[in-house]
C-alpha cells in the first residue's frame, strides 16, 4: 500500500497499560481499532479525522475488551473475534474483568468470527489472520506485510501467560515457531503489553522460544 496513506498508533490504555493500536487509512478516512482497553482511543481517531470501520480484537481478556462496549455503541461497527473467544466477551469471569478491572466487563454487539487466512481490508489496509491459541483458545494475530499485531501472544523477550483458565502453553510455543515465525525477520511486532520488537531479534534472544 502507499504508506503516506498509512496512520500508525500505539496507545497503552486502561489499568494494565494494555497496548491499543489504531492502524487507518487517511485517504479513506477510516481506520481499525485493535484491543481498546477504554474509549480513550476515540480521542486519537478525532484529531486524525479518522472514523472506526471496525474493532479488531487479538483475544477477549478483560484489559484488551473494556472499551469496546463504548465504541460500538457510538459507531455502530462489527466486532471481530475468534469463534473460541466469543465466549469471553459475555463472561467476566472467563475474561478475568473480575479481578483486574474495578468493574465486571461483557460486551455486547456484532460479531464477526475470523479464521485463519481471513482477509480484512479497510482502504489500502489488507491485514490477514492468524491463530495462534496458546493465551486463550481463540487468540489470533492480525498481518499485513511489514507488521504483525499480536496481542498477547508474543512479546519483547517473553511470551503470553499461560496459566489462565484455557491456557495452553505447548499450543502458545507452536504458535509462535509455526506462524510468527516464519515471517520476515524485519516485521515489526506490535505486542498487547511493552514496546514493539522484530521477528528476526526475538527468534535470536527470547529465553522462552527461540527459531
Known sequence: MDTSNLVLMRMPLGPLGTNCYVIGDKEQGEAF???PATTDVLE????HNLKPKAVLLTHGHGDHIGGVQGIVDAYDVSIYIHHDDVKY???PELNLSNYSNPTPITVKGRIVEVHE???ITCGAIDLTVYETPGHTPGGVCYYMPGLVFVGDTLFNQSVGRT???EGNYDALINAIK???YTLPDNT???PGHG???QIGYEKQYNPFVGA
Request: charged share 30%; net charge negative; hydrophobic share 40%.
Open 33 to 35: 481499532i485493535i484491543d
Open 44 to 47: 486519537a481517531l478525532k484529531k
Open 89 to 91: 466477551l459475555s463472561d
Open 117 to 119: 487466512g481471513d482477509h
Open 163 to 165: 496459566d489462565f483458565v
Open 178 to 180: 509455526t506462524k510468527l
Open 188 to 190: 515489526m511486532v506490535y
Open 195 to 197: 514496546p514493539e520488537t
